[in-house]
């Protein structure tokens, strides 16, 4: 095929607009197709009227519509400025998860080698970049799906960082870990009640994997309530937990902290003004 950049760009986000918003549409469509061109997004903006030549975009026009996620379609992902293989074993990393590690990394410097350990780690998103941005800490990741495992240690080779990955089981207490003691906990968990599947974009639902994502109606703490129990033992005193969290149950993990014994409870605003990260530390 060969047209202008405009052309291509206008051609995708238009095939997909009953889907995305026409800023997501043409954002989706700029990643394809420099994907595809294997140019920089940069020249779909500055140069638009200069023809070129790009093939494939019906064939990953024909997964967009079926609603999976560009990122599992080209198998990548940015965050924290590094690229992550990503495939549909793992969630795919957001924004507001970088600004939990930013987070973790302020609390960082109070240890001189920390001892950090990211619970439910999926794609390894926050322990390796954790790990890039402090060398000389130790970093433990744990999950319990042996896809997420897979894709975590895909991704430690890949960006070459030393990181333990080890399948385990948060909500029965960690005990291959229960004799070490850490610095840092950090922990992105399942947090969406069952009932708000339905409210929810069909290229989350039907593609990313569930498990990481929803816990049931009756008890949405039920991941909150074990690693801070598990938190209280495995944590050296004056060590940090922090969460990313539903937007809508920040007051009620507060509390659930506070009751646990934790001291020094905050909650976060992400960039987007909603509560969605609160940290808390060891007596």
Partial sequence: MKARRRDIINHI??????????????????????????????K??????EEIVIDGIEEVLNQLKMARPLQYILG??????????????ALIPRPETEELVMWTLERAKDFERPQILDLCTGSGCIALALKSAIKEANVTAVDLSDDALSIARKNANKLNLEVEIIKEDVLQGIPSL???????????PPYIPQQEITLMHPNVVEH?????LFV???????????????????LNNGGYLLFEIHEK???????????????DVEL????????????????
């Fill in 76 to 89: 990548k992902a940015e965050f924290f400025s590094l690229e992550f293989f990503i495939s549909e074993g």
């Fill in 249 to 263: 149950l920040g007051e009620q993990t507060f509390k659930l902290l506070k009751a646990e014994g934790f001291k």
């Fill in 178 to 188: 229960q004799d070490r003691r850490f610095d840092i906990i950090v922990s992105n």
């Fill in 208 to 212: 990313e994997p569930h498990m990481a």
């Fill in 44 to 49: 779909y903006i500055i140069e638009p009227s």
């Fill in 216 to 234: 049931d109606d009756h008890d949405p703490l039920v991941f909150y309530r074990a690693i801070a129990l598990s938190a209280q033992k495995m």
């Fill in 13 to 42: 986000a238009e095939q997909i607009s009953s889907l995305y918003s026409i800023e997501e549409s043409k954002i989706i469509a700029r990643k394809v197709a420099s994907h595809l061109s294997n140019e920089d997004e940069l």
């Fill in 268 to 283: 976060r605003h992400d960039f987007r003004g909603k509560p969605r990260m609160i940290c808390c530390r060891k007596k």
